[in-house]
């Protein structure tokens, strides 16, 4: 089975920062892209960045400039800089997963989500 859980959500004033973890955990054989996306109350889950294996970005244009996407050996960050209440939502990690049960098999898998609060 493979997990993948989001932290470093949470409360921040407009104009601050926050930086998102996703882990990844289990039987896994290769990560290939990895996105963020965010959901708010009553809209539609949507892109908000997304980065490759090779380590190309793309980003929803409401957070260009101010969000960056970045991944290591463990763990894919989003860092969230001059947050706005409509960046208000809840953050979900998405990425292609291979695992050495099915290397041959690309799976799209989905974290629970973390929380964030922009607001006074």
């Known amino acids: 089975q493979v997990q993948l859980v989001e932290s470093g959500g949470g409360l921040v004033q407009p104009g601050g920062s926050l930086r998102l973890s996703c882990a990844a955990s289990g039987s896994i054989f290769s990560i290939e892209a990895v996105g963020w996306y965010r959901q708010a109350p009553g809209k539609e889950r949507d892109l908000v960045a997304r980065i490759s294996d090779a380590g190309a970005t793309n980003y929803a244009e409401s957070v260009k400039g101010r969000f960056t996407i970045s991944r290591d050996s463990a763990k894919v960050y989003l860092t969230m800089n001059n947050l706005r209440p409509e960046d208000t939502a809840v953050y979900y990690c998405?990425?292609?997963?291979?695992?050495?049960?099915?290397?041959?098999?690309?799976?799209?898998?989905w974290g629970q989500g973390t929380q964030v609060t922009v607001s006074t």
């Open positions: 998405n990425a292609a997963i291979r695992t050495f049960l099915q290397p041959m098999f690309r799976g799209d898998y």
